[in-house]
């Protein structure tokens, strides 16, 4: 009895009707692509989306050059870490010790300039005005400021901003504005910093990431051209530091001769500012020029001719020499690519600019110029 009530069961079970899925209606015509409603709606949210895209680039765009400074540093210290490593140390003691003499050569370079540098430019601002009428008393000064009357106009201003308080409200301003700069640049110097560590840190795990992309048969040599590649971004920034020494070696024989205050603290602030490609000089020149006005006239025109010949030689015959010799590149490319980026992208782009031709010069001669002479 009880088996024939399962039978039953299960035979009701099994004729039971599928459910049928719910109808929503019939589907309608497909939508005319070339209408051309169509054609403006699609157009403009393409619009919409680039403009979305290039105003959230633009908000974020201090943060990615951040992060190219911290790569390129990181790559440029590779070499050192490499270096410290055949010398049987872990990759973490070497990273240490590198970025440890980074954060002491900061410490030191800000303890040492920056004291010079506001006394510097204190001086220059009580001495403004005595400068001013020596710049008069010189024949071929004087006649150009009887026919332009640019000394003139700058007595005018600098009587303006004295006589009725607007200096007082604008070095209020200007020490805000400073210390706001001041607050930014810290930040912006410890971001820097710590993405350096990270990055050089975890740099072999990066290249180790992008190589597992690449097809197994293509994976060596695409390794050795990274490695090569990485070896001349560290040649560069090697290059560019000798250059800087050389540069603040000169300043501090050209300081010393003239007799400038704090010699050694202006060639602490020209090594740094030869680190930056083609502006950088531009940038120390004007310093030095500054700080040897406030002790004469004719002491500033020879400290920036002086440092303007210097610029002429580094320029065409110093770097020239030093990066065909460490990066195997030519000369005219240098100068040419550095032109290029800087250009473009203004410093990051003098920085990236010659470790980029480096590397497509040597891409050329290993996978274009090959395959060119075997077709």
Do not use: W
Not at 31 to 53: D, E, K, M
Not at 177 to 186: E, H, P
Not at 233 to 247: A, N
Request: aromatic letters at 6%; hydrophobic letters at 55%.
């Amino acid at each position: 009895m009880a088996i024939s009530a399962r039978i039953k069961k299960a035979s009701q079970r099994a004729v039971k009707p599928a459910t049928l899925p719910p109808d929503f209606g019939a589907l309608g015509e497909p939508i005319n692509r070339a209408h051309p409603f169509y054609f403006g709606f699609i157009a403009t949210l393409g619009v919409l989306s680039a403009i979305v895209l290039m105003r959230a680039l633009a908000s974020v765009s201090q943060i990615f050059v951040l992060i190219l400074i911290a790569l390129f540093l990181a790559t440029g210290l590779n070499p050192a870490v490499e270096a410290l490593r055949r010398r049987n140390l872990s990759r973490a003691s070497a990273v240490a010790i590198i970025f440890a003499s980074v954060i002491i050569f900061v410490i030191f370079f800000a303890l040492v300039v920056a004291p010079p540098v506001v006394s510097q430019g204190t001086q220059l601002i009580n001495k403004a005005p005595a400068l001013l009428n020596d710049l008069t008393k010189n024949a071929a000064i004087h006649k150009l400021d009887v026919q332009y009357g640019i000394i003139s106009t700058l007595q005018e201003k600098l009587k303006s901003v004295t006589s009725n308080g607007t200096l007082l409200f604008s070095t209020f301003g200007g020490v805000l504005g400073v210390g706001k700069s001041i607050l930014s640049g810290f930040f912006s110097v410890l971001t820097v910093l710590i993405l350096t560590l990270y990055f050089i840190t975890s740099l072999p795990q990066a290249i180790k990431l992008g190589l597992s992309l690449v097809p197994a048969s293509r994976r060596d040599r695409v390794g050795r051209l990274t490695d090569a590649i990485i070896g001349r971004v560290g040649s560069f920034v090697g290059s560019q530091i000798i250059i800087s020494i050389l540069g603040s070696i000169f300043i501090l024989v050209l300081s010393l001769a003239l007799g400038l205050p704090s010699p050694f603290a202006i060639a602490m602030i020209i090594l740094v500012c030869g680190l930056i490609p083609l502006v950088g000089h531009m940038i120390g020149c004007a310093i030095v020029t500054v700080i040897a006005l406030t002790q004469s006239v004719l002491i500033g025109v020879a400290a920036f001719v002086g440092y303007v010949i210097y610029i002429q030689v580094e320029n065409y015959i110093v770097t020239p020499r030093i990066m065909k010799k460490t990066m195997s590149i030519p000369g005219a490319v240098t100068i040419i690519a550095a032109l290029i980026g800087s250009s473009l992208l203004g410093l990051i782009g003098g920085l990236l600019a010659v470790p980029v031709a480096a590397s497509i010069i040597l891409i050329m001669d290993e996978v274009i110029i090959p395959r060119a002479d075997a077709s």
